[in-house]
């Protein structure tokens, strides 16, 4: 049987899902909440003395998107600029000290 490629399409994939394209669009509200909320300034600029605040700002999930953490969940957001963002995720441990990350959320009850 000989093979000539992979079938056509009638119609070019989309880039992007309606439901992504969705969830992009709540994201939006989400981050803007949350810059508010914190007016605009870095949650760990005084709880990490030895890191200077600099770069622009981020919305950081508290409990990540892969260990269970909701992206459009205001409160599991903060803002931290660029420099304490780094520093969290090279300092876990003393990160989850400070609050600024947690364990993931348990899934289920044992």
């Given at each position: 049987?000989?093979?000539s490629g992979p079938p056509r399409r009638k119609k070019?994939?989309?880039p992007m899902s309606q439901k992504r394209r969705a969830e992009l669009g709540i994201r939006?509200?989400?981050?803007?909440e949350v810059l508010e909320r914190d007016r605009y300034k870095c949650v760990a600029k005084h709880l990490v003395d030895d890191?200077?605040?600099w770069g622009p700002l981020d919305?950081?999930?508290v409990i990540p998107r892969g260990r269970?953490?909701?992206w459009l969940?205001?409160?599991n957001c903060q803002v931290l600029c660029r420099a304490h963002h780094d520093w969290k995720h090279l300092h876990p441990l003393e990160a989850t000290t400070l609050g600024l990350t947690r364990p993931a959320?348990?899934?289920w009850d044992p």
């Open positions: 049987m000989k093979r070019p994939l989309n939006k509200r989400v981050r803007e890191v200077e605040c919305v950081d999930e269970g953490g909701d969940d205001p409160d959320r348990r899934l």
